[in-house]
């Protein structure tokens, strides 16, 4: 006999319980703290975020400060859709700033080209091929996506290596060594380690470097306070008395 299972669905009203929510801090934080607003330590994720929303719609966007905390160890969609939920609930027009983001990036890019063209007196299509395309990615993705000194140290990192591997050319056996034609070139060579890179840092730190910063700071700071000292045991003594 094959009985149906039905499923059970926890239906809720959100406006109403974020209202519900909203009162009630607003009941513990007016009444009884006597405090006009809220200071909410965020961590990037959407729970924290979440707490930003409903002081937001308690208090105000002026009476909410969002302080992001110093150790952020969530998953990158969840940081993602955090600041999103968090920016938007304190009066950031989000599709607007992605718009402008894009517009001044865009822009930005064109002033490059245009002085590159400029440099160098002529301009070809060969100039940007899926080498330099390949590169630029490995540059947000090796600094850090989502961040904003991640992109200016992905430059610095892949703009530096084939000049330190053409100093370094003859003491790596697989490289080209002057005019020989054995060996990878130093652009074949680059490609592939930007690629292994980018493989790399999606799958074990989509945050990049300034991602593995972060960590080995955390570490540091966790290993210069020691370990949590438990509470000593009374005496027997003690607990007598």
């Given amino acids: 006999?094959?009985?149906?299972?039905?499923?059970?669905?926890?239906?809720?009203?959100?406006?109403?319980?974020?209202?519900?929510?909203?009162?009630?801090?607003?009941?513990?934080?007016?009444?009884?703290?006597?405090?006009?607003?809220?200071?909410?330590?965020?961590?990037?994720?959407?729970?924290?975020?979440?707490?930003?929303?409903?002081?937001?719609?308690?208090?105000?966007?002026?009476?909410?400060?969002?302080?992001?905390?110093?150790?952020?160890?969530?998953?990158?969609?969840?940081?993602?859709?955090?600041?999103?939920?968090?920016?938007?609930?304190m009066g950031v027009n989000l599709v607007r700033t992605k718009l402008a983001a894009f517009v001044i990036s865009s822009f930005l890019a064109g002033v490059g080209g245009a002085l590159f063209g400029s440099y160098l007196s002529f301009v070809r299509p060969q100039s940007w091929d899926l080498i330099l395309s390949i590169s630029f990615v490995a540059m947000i993705i090796v600094g850090g996506i989502g961040t904003v000194w991640g992109p200016l140290l992905g430059a610095i990192f892949v703009a530096g290596t084939p000049t330190v591997l053409n100093h370094y050319a003859d003491s790596v056996p697989f490289l080209q060594h002057g005019s020989s034609s054995g060996g990878l070139s130093i652009t074949e060579f680059s490609s592939i380690f930007y690629g292994a890179l980018i493989i790399l840092f999606l799958v074990l730190e989509p945050r990049g470097v300034v991602g593995l910063a972060g960590r080995a700071i955390a570490l540091a700071q966790r290993l210069a306070r020691g370990p949590a000292i438990p509470p000593s045991t009374p005496l027997p003594s003690q607990q007598s008395a």
């Fill in 1 to 89: 006999m094959n009985a149906r299972c039905e499923p059970i669905r926890l239906t809720i009203d959100a406006a109403a319980e974020a209202e519900r929510i909203a009162g009630s801090l607003r009941a513990q934080v007016l009444k009884r703290l006597r405090r006009k607003g809220l200071v909410v330590g965020l961590s990037g994720g959407v729970d924290s975020s979440v707490v930003a929303a409903l002081g937001v719609r308690a208090f105000g966007s002026g009476n909410v400060l969002g302080i992001f905390m110093p150790e952020q160890d969530s998953d990158p969609e969840s940081l993602r859709l955090g600041r999103e939920v968090a920016a938007s609930l």
